[in-house]
Structure formats: C-alpha cells, structure tokens
C-alpha cells in the first residue's frame, strides 16, 4: 500500500531555510504527481503549498510561497523535497506529502488518495 514519509521538519527563525523530505513506497512513484500540503492550525483544514508532475517537468506553487519554496523529487530514489527559504511565521504548519490519483497536479484533495503523517515546521524568532 502506499506509504509516505515525511522528514525535515523543525524549527527555524524568520529568514531561514528548512527542506522537508518525503520518503514514498508501494506504488510506481515516477507515473504520479506529488504534492505538499499545509495544516496551519488543529481542526484547519488543509492548504495546497505546492505540486510536481510526474516527471519533475512542471512545478506549481501557491502564491503566498511562490519565489520563496522549491518543490523537486528524484524519481530513481523515490523521493520528493520541499526546500523552505525565507521563512516567515505565517510558514508555521504541520506539511503532509500528497501522492496524486494523477501524472498530472491538481490543487483539490480530493485528486489525493495517500498521505504520509506530516512534519511540523515551526518559524519564530
């Protein structure tokens, strides 16, 4: 079944870089987009942050990370990254990794059918 793990979370000061990680098995990884999405408190909902085709040839972002996030994977190891620069408190938010029902990146859940545990990033100072 699919399984996804995510790693890389922390804390990090205003200005700062994180880069999160996530780990994906049970499934063909290389035919599906993948996505990260944002619970910013207990009992939110979630917020599309960013997404990347299945080839790693398209990437799509929201615009309150746009300029600031880097979404990547690296379909020989079954991995996909978020690299978090230029952090502002508003970041601070529990991040899941998302695989798609699609090749394809579609900022609906419900085009989502696995999620891994998330990763809690927190910016303070």
């Known amino acids: 079944q699919v399984q996804l793990v995510e790693s890389g979370g922390g804390l990090a000061q205003p200005g700062g870089s994180l880069r999160l990680s996530c780990a994906a098995s049970?499934?063909?990884?290389?035919?599906?987009?993948m996505s990260w999405w944002a619970r910013r408190a207990p009992g939110k909902g979630l917020e599309w942050v960013s997404?990347?085709?299945?080839?790693?040839?398209?990437?799509y972002y929201a615009d309150s990370v746009k300029g600031r996030f880097t979404i990547s994977r690296d379909n020989a190891k079954n991995m996909v990254y978020l690299q978090m620069d230029s952090l502002k408190p508003e970041d601070t938010a529990l991040y899941y990794c998302?695989?798609?029902?699609?090749?394809?990146?579609?900022?609906?859940?419900?085009?989502?059918?696995?999620w891994g545990q998330g990763t809690q990033v927190t910016v303070s100072s």
């Open positions: 998302a695989k798609s029902r699609y090749y394809g990146v579609y900022d609906e859940i419900n085009e989502y059918d696995g």
């Open positions: 049970g499934f063909t990884f290389s035919r599906y987009a």
């Open positions: 997404g990347i085709y299945h080839d790693g040839s398209d990437t």
